[in-house]
Every structure is written in C-alpha cells, then in structure tokens.
C-alpha cells in the first residue's frame, strides 16, 4: 500500500522552528520528486518547497526562502522540511507529495501533478 505520513506540526510561537517529516511506505522515495504543500483556511494550497533527486535540486517558495530548508533522506524513505523563524501566516495545514522523477517539476507544478498525497499536519503560529 501507498502511502506518505506527516508529522511533527505543532503549536508555535512566532520565530519557533518546528522539522516536518514525510516518511513513505509502499514504494522508494529514491526515484520521486517531493512537495510540501500548504493549505490555511479560506485559501488555496501552495507549493512551499519541493526536492528532486538529481543531487538534490531544491526550490522554495518567495515566502518562505530563507527559513525553510528541504532536505532528503533515502536510507529513511523520509523527506523533511526544517521551518525556521515561524511567522503567523505559515499557519495551515502541511502536505507532502510524491511523483515520479521528470526533470521537469519546479515550485511552480501545480498539485495535481502529484501522484501520491499524505493527510496533513497542522502547524500553528501563535503567540
């Protein structure tokens, strides 16, 4: 079974960190390229970073470049996104998703070209 896991959203205050982890099961995350979403309410889910495979190129979102760091662990199926200086507009849920490799995803891919999709974590900033 396919799956991705979220966790490690919490409750923070304004300039906190908090690491989210996306852990997959039932395929190698080796070979996909891998979002994090964002979605607060009332609005719509955006891209905030994603990873590729060939060394490891990464892209972020203008809001959050410079505090946010994404990184990947094969040997652990787990992709993580490091959330530094925590502002209260980062508050939403967190999603992490998968596709195959293309060479052609950026920050830019809209979410319906992902194919494997985790249920969220919440991440709050308030003081």
């Known amino acids: 079974q396919v799956q991705l896991v979220e966790s490690g959203g919490a409750l923070v205050q304004p300039g906190g960190s908090l690491r989210l982890s996306c852990v997959a099961s039932g395929f190698t995350l080796d070979y996909y390229f891998i979002g994090w979403f964002r979605q607060a309410p009332g609005k719509e889910r955006e891209g905030v970073s994603c990873?590729?495979?060939?060394?490891?190129?990464?892209y972020y979102s203008d809001s959050v470049l410079g505090r946010f760091t994404i990184s990947r662990d094969n040997a652990k199926n787990t992709v993580y996104l490091q959330m530094n200086n925590l502002k209260p507009e980062d508050t939403a849920v967190y999603y992490c998703a998968a596709a195959p490799e293309s060479g052609l995803f950026t920050i830019g891919t809209p979410a319906d070209e992902y194919d494997y999709w985790g249920q969220g974590t919440q991440v709050t900033v308030s003081s």
């Open positions: 990873i590729g495979t060939n060394h490891g190129r990464t």
